[in-house]
Protein backbone atom coordinates (compact mmCIF):
# COMPACT_ATOMS: atom_id res chain seq x y z
CA UNK A 1 0.00 0.00 0.00
CA UNK A 2 1.29 3.50 -0.82
CA UNK A 3 -0.59 6.97 1.10
CA UNK A 4 0.23 9.87 -0.72
CA UNK A 5 -0.51 13.51 0.17
CA UNK A 6 0.11 16.40 -1.66
CA UNK A 7 0.54 20.32 -0.56
CA UNK A 8 1.47 23.39 -1.62
CA UNK A 9 -1.29 24.40 -3.33
CA UNK A 10 -3.29 27.44 -3.52
CA UNK A 11 -4.36 30.52 -4.82
CA UNK A 12 -1.47 32.17 -6.94
CA UNK A 13 -1.82 35.40 -9.10
CA UNK A 14 -0.63 34.85 -13.21
CA UNK A 15 2.88 34.68 -13.82
CA UNK A 16 3.65 33.54 -10.43
CA UNK A 17 5.68 30.37 -9.51
CA UNK A 18 4.35 26.95 -7.39
CA UNK A 19 5.75 24.07 -6.02
CA UNK A 20 3.26 21.28 -4.88
CA UNK A 21 4.83 18.50 -3.29
CA UNK A 22 3.81 14.79 -2.76
CA UNK A 23 5.10 12.54 0.16
CA UNK A 24 4.58 9.29 0.41
CA UNK A 25 3.99 6.50 3.16
CA UNK A 26 4.01 2.91 3.05
CA UNK A 27 6.15 1.02 0.73
CA UNK A 28 8.96 2.48 -0.19
CA UNK A 29 8.55 5.43 -2.39
CA UNK A 30 12.38 4.82 -4.69
CA UNK A 31 10.84 1.80 -6.48
CA UNK A 32 8.05 3.05 -8.53
CA UNK A 33 7.40 6.16 -10.90
CA UNK A 34 5.28 8.76 -9.43
CA UNK A 35 3.38 11.51 -11.37
CA UNK A 36 1.46 14.35 -11.19
CA UNK A 37 -2.13 14.57 -12.76
CA UNK A 38 -4.76 17.30 -13.19
CA UNK A 39 -8.88 17.38 -13.40
CA UNK A 40 -10.56 20.56 -13.65
CA UNK A 41 -14.51 20.84 -13.28
CA UNK A 42 -16.10 18.66 -16.81
CA UNK A 43 -13.23 17.54 -17.98
CA UNK A 44 -10.79 14.13 -17.07
CA UNK A 45 -8.13 13.92 -15.42
CA UNK A 46 -5.04 14.92 -17.48
CA UNK A 47 -1.97 13.47 -17.50
CA UNK A 48 0.77 15.93 -16.77
CA UNK A 49 4.37 14.65 -15.79
CA UNK A 50 5.78 11.73 -14.29
CA UNK A 51 9.16 10.48 -12.96
CA UNK A 52 10.39 7.36 -13.29
CA UNK A 53 11.96 5.41 -9.94
CA UNK A 54 15.11 6.95 -9.69
CA UNK A 55 13.94 10.75 -11.28
CA UNK A 56 16.68 10.18 -14.05
CA UNK A 57 14.16 10.10 -16.42
CA UNK A 58 10.99 12.28 -16.63
CA UNK A 59 7.84 12.51 -19.05
CA UNK A 60 5.94 15.55 -19.59
CA UNK A 61 2.57 16.17 -21.45
CA UNK A 62 3.87 18.07 -24.66
CA UNK A 63 1.48 21.36 -23.74
CA UNK A 64 3.52 20.99 -19.58
CA UNK A 65 7.25 20.88 -20.93
CA UNK A 66 8.25 24.51 -21.01
CA UNK A 67 6.62 25.36 -17.48
CA UNK A 68 6.38 22.71 -15.20
CA UNK A 69 8.93 20.79 -13.82
CA UNK A 70 9.14 17.20 -12.03
CA UNK A 71 11.52 15.69 -9.57
CA UNK A 72 11.91 13.42 -6.78
CA UNK A 73 13.78 13.14 -3.47
CA UNK A 74 13.61 9.49 -2.14
CA UNK A 75 15.52 10.27 0.58
CA UNK A 76 12.30 12.26 1.63
CA UNK A 77 9.63 10.46 0.31
CA UNK A 78 8.13 13.56 -1.64
CA UNK A 79 7.40 14.05 -5.78
CA UNK A 80 7.43 17.51 -6.38
CA UNK A 81 5.81 19.71 -9.34
CA UNK A 82 6.91 23.01 -10.35
CA UNK A 83 4.77 25.54 -12.11
CA UNK A 84 6.29 28.63 -13.20
CA UNK A 85 4.34 31.53 -15.33
CA UNK A 86 1.11 29.95 -13.93
CA UNK A 87 -2.34 31.34 -16.23
CA UNK A 88 -5.71 30.68 -14.91
CA UNK A 89 -5.51 27.79 -16.90
CA UNK A 90 -3.75 25.84 -15.04
CA UNK A 91 -6.42 26.23 -12.54
CA UNK A 92 -7.62 22.63 -11.28
CA UNK A 93 -7.04 20.00 -8.88
CA UNK A 94 -3.77 18.38 -8.99
CA UNK A 95 -3.52 14.88 -8.06
CA UNK A 96 -0.19 13.02 -7.55
CA UNK A 97 -0.43 9.24 -7.96
CA UNK A 98 2.38 6.13 -7.66
CA UNK A 99 2.61 3.16 -10.42
CA UNK A 100 4.38 0.21 -8.88
CA UNK A 101 4.13 -1.64 -11.41
CA UNK A 102 8.38 -2.81 -12.34
CA UNK A 103 8.20 -2.29 -15.81
CA UNK A 104 9.07 0.49 -18.19
CA UNK A 105 6.85 2.78 -19.32
CA UNK A 106 6.72 5.74 -21.66
CA UNK A 107 3.38 7.36 -19.91
CA UNK A 108 3.30 9.58 -23.20
CA UNK A 109 3.01 7.56 -25.59
CA UNK A 110 0.04 6.25 -23.73
CA UNK A 111 -4.02 6.45 -24.56
CA UNK A 112 -4.93 6.55 -20.74
CA UNK A 113 -1.71 6.95 -18.51
CA UNK A 114 -3.85 7.53 -15.40
CA UNK A 115 -4.58 3.63 -15.76
CA UNK A 116 -0.94 2.59 -14.87
CA UNK A 117 -0.94 4.37 -11.82
CA UNK A 118 -2.73 1.94 -8.29
CA UNK A 119 -2.18 5.06 -6.18
CA UNK A 120 -3.54 8.21 -6.13
CA UNK A 121 -3.77 11.22 -3.33
CA UNK A 122 -6.96 13.22 -2.58
CA UNK A 123 -5.62 16.06 -4.76
CA UNK A 124 -5.27 19.40 -4.13
CA UNK A 125 -6.73 23.07 -5.15
CA UNK A 126 -4.32 25.02 -7.57
CA UNK A 127 -6.25 28.08 -8.42
CA UNK A 128 -4.47 31.15 -10.67
CA UNK A 129 -5.88 34.48 -10.83
CA UNK A 130 -5.37 36.85 -13.55
Known amino acids: QVHLVESGGGMVQAGGSLRLSCEAS????????MGWFRQTPGKEREFVAA????????YYAAPMKVRFTIDRDNAKNTLYLQINSLKPEDTAVYFC???????????????????????WGQGIQVTVSS
Open 26 to 33: GRTSSWYS
Open 51 to 58: ASYSGATT
Open 97 to 119: AADTNPYYVNYTTLNDPQSEFEY
